[in-house]
């Protein structure tokens, strides 16, 4: 992917978002008068606790002793092999608590929404993977929780609304729209603005309006902290590039956020190229939208030339979403990150790549970084280290990829 | 002055309270709109809010969502709403016409080729469910810029200071959000909005309608009691809906809600 770059010197990255939640042009604050109050108090919350010494000590404990922290960053060395270049280094998010990298943002909100004394959680949910994230911690907690999640989607991913269920929570299956992530979003606002004065929202990736995108990516930085300090250790030095899956983009905001500051580290987010960027029937805003306004913030968005909203596709329910974090966008305009498209079929190929050469079967959503990593590795010399994104574990998968390959389990 | 501020005066002077209906363009099909539209003039409203169809409306019931999708169905665009509004001022060139709808359709047209496009085509006023006023200032420029009122909406959670910016942004009336929750809920509390508008008065001079929640002749009576303007939205849609297989019908039957709604008004 060619892009324009410009110095990333002269851009404020990690002074953002502004007072309003804007990220340059993306971001802020779009929603109906009813959800000001609640947003505000949120807003408020948040900027007070995330200095509060207290609530940082059980966040960490909990992420320590809950979510399994930190996790480890592995040297995929037999698979770096056969790529034959750069050093893949992987950032093991699939060994969380409950298998992914969504863990780390629902425990932190859950703690928020205590203090405020809130005892309802709602939660929209693609994949799966943020509804059983919230309906665990709302268990932990004992709150009442109802997660949202498009019909298409409870069929595509049984398992996880099975878990869900295990764990006390009312699934709600949204049949509007195209019934996958975004009516679900839809849905959970709709909920919200109707029990604005007893629930907590808790959504599941840096996208709706301010604060979320700010307070999840803050919550998710733990990714790239950590990361951070690991390579240091292992190997005593930054990475060259850092590659994550882009859907909403919690685990890559997340990876790349610690690294801003880090000149020579090069970034790329990678959306689902579904079945080419070509063909339309993909999930790539970043790669083939353009901006607007959807759920809350401006963004690139999926839209047709009217601006209605049109329906995404990907072989990842986790990725299957019109639109993306409005940091992401500034990322993208800025040219600090680069974003780019795997198309489903590289990202089953990477799914199989990475299952039969390390033992590891990675989320369908975290294939698509690694489909990436097979693409950019074996152009760059040995001595180059990368970091990939783990972000979630494949099991809950295991059904898509055996039915697009024919096979009955 | 603008088309609803003349009719708002008009309306206070006769003593008489706005009944604003609200209707998605293009529903149950784009031809039934302008007709449908003289037809709920004919049953007694004062004001019309005419509804942009949008894949993705975040504030809205059921019901409305439903309309939405009929409306796309027949992929009806902000252009072919427009195109509405000019082929009803034909006949009608007095009644306000407001349109109600989510930014991101107006975000693709542009915010400057938009105004000057709804002005051309007879429109008086423009509501944006999803568009506080933090973020309005440059919408709000190219609205006044072609004489079209920016309406806001104001909810149960709107402090003082909230309202007076709304009041400082905005034309036309403050369209007040009867309580907490989507479109066609029923959870209308007259008591409750009554004590909500005495404070609201004293933060603004504009007129407030009273949305959400009024589903029939009664409770538009109740709140025409209480407020300037009566809106109502998912109680006609509603019955649009059911003759969205009879659509030849629609102009003729579904205003009669909002006629029954009038003579109690007037009764009251």
């Known amino acids: 992917m060619t892009q324009t770059r410009r110095s990333s010197e002269s851009l404020p990255l990690t002074g953002l978002p502004d007072a309003r939640g804007h990220f340059g042009p993306y971001g802020g604050i779009f929603v109906a008068e009813t959800l000001m109050e609640p947003l505000e108090e949120l807003r408020r919350a948040w900027e007070k606790y995330a200095r509060d010494a207290d609530f940082l000590a059980e966040l960490d404990q909990d992420l320590a002793q809950f979510v399994g922290r930190p996790s480890p960053l592995y040297h995929a060395e037999r698979w770096s092999q056969q790529l034959g270049g750069a050093q893949v280094y992987l950032k093991r998010e699939d060994l969380n608590h409950t298998g992914a990298h969504k863990v780390n943002n629902t425990v932190g909100q859950a703690l928020l929404a205590k203090r405020l004394g809130k005892n309802r959680i709602i939660a929209e949910t693609g994949a799966g993977q943020h509804g059983v994230a919230t309906a665990t911690v709302a268990a932990r907690l004992g709150l009442e929780c109802v997660v949202y999640m498009g019909a298409e989607d409870i069929r595509r991913q049984a398992i996880n609304v099975y878990r869900m269920r295990l764990l006390g929570a009312e699934v709600v299956s949204v049949e509007s729209g195209s019934r996958t992530l975004k009516d679900a979003l839809n849905e959970a606002m709709r909920d919200w603005v109707t029990n604005v004065d007893t629930t907590f929202y808790i959504i599941g990736t840096v996208a709706g309006p301010h604060p979320y995108p700010a307070m999840v990516r803050n919550f998710q930085t733990i990714i790239g902290r950590e990361a951070r300090a690991q390579l240091l250790e292992q190997t005593g030095r930054l990475p060259d590039a850092l590659i994550a899956c882009v859907g909403g983009g919690s685990n890559a905001i997340g990876l790349f956020h610690p690294f801003l500051d880090d000149a020579g580290v090069a970034m790329y987010g990678v959306e689902g190229g579904g079945y080419g ?52 966008a500034w990322l993208k305009d800025s040219g600090r990150a680069a974003y780019v498209a795997v198309t489903d079929e590289q990202a089953l190929d990477a799914f199989h790549a990475l299952t039969r050469s390390e033992g590891i079967i990675p989320a369908l959503e975290s294939s698509h970084a690694l489909a990436y990593a097979q693409q950019l590795a074996p152009q760059l010399d040995a001595d180059k280290l990368l970091i990939v994104n783990l972000s979630g574990r494949g099991d809950k998968d295991i059904h898509t990829v055996a039915a697009l390959e024919g096979i009955k389990v | 002055m603008s088309r609803i501020a003349g009719r708002f005066e008009s309306l206070r002077e006769r003593g008489r309270k706005a009944l604003i209906p609200y209707i998605t363009a293009g529903d149950p099909e784009p031809s039934v709109t302008v007709p449908l539209l ?98 309005a200032a440059e919408l709000v420029a ?27 942004n905005g034309g036309g009336f403050l369209y007040y959000v009867s309580f907490k929750g989507v479109t066609g809920a029923n959870r209308l509390d007259v008591q409750a909005v009554a004590d909500k508008l005495a404070q609201i008065r004293g933060h603004t001079g504009l007129p407030v309608g009273v949305g959400f929640g009024i589903r029939d002749a009664e409770s538009a009576a109740q709140i025409a009691a209480v407020a300037d303007a009566v809106v109502v939205g998912s109680a006609l849609v509603k019955r649009i809906a059911a003759l969205a297989d009879q659509p030849g019908k629609v102009a003729a039957l579904a205003p009669q809600v909002i006629a029954d709604m009038r003579a109690a008004m007037d009764r009251a």
């Open chain 1, 277 to 328: 960027l070509d063909s339309g029937k993909h999930a790539a805003p970043l790669c083939a939208g353009r901006p607007g306004v959807l759920h809350g913030n401006r963004t690139y968005l999926m839209e047709d030339r009217d601006g209605q909203i049109i329906e995404t596709h990907s072989v990842s329910a986790g990725l299957d979403y019109p639109g993306v974090g409005p940091e992401h």
């Open chain 2, 142 to 168: 190219c609205l006044k810029g072609e004489q079209l009122d920016p309406i806001f909406l104001a909810a149960p959670n709107s402090d003082a200071e909230r309202i007076r910016r709304m009041t400082e």
């Open chain 2, 38 to 135: 003289h037809a709920l003039v004919e049953a007694g409203a004062d004001v019309l809010e005419l509804g942009v169809p949008f894949s993705d409306p975040m504030a809205d019931g059921p019901v409305i969502q439903a309309a939405c999708e009929r409306a796309l169905a027949h992929h009806v665009s902000l252009h072919q709403v427009l195109d509405m509004v000019r082929s009803f001022r034909r006949q009608d060139s007095d009644t306000p016409v407001v349109l109600m709808g989510y930014l991101n359709p107006i975000e693709v047209m542009g915010y400057a080729a938009f105004a000057k496009a709804a002005h051309a085509a007879g429109v008086d006023g423009v509501l944006t469910v999803d568009l506080p006023p933090e973020e």
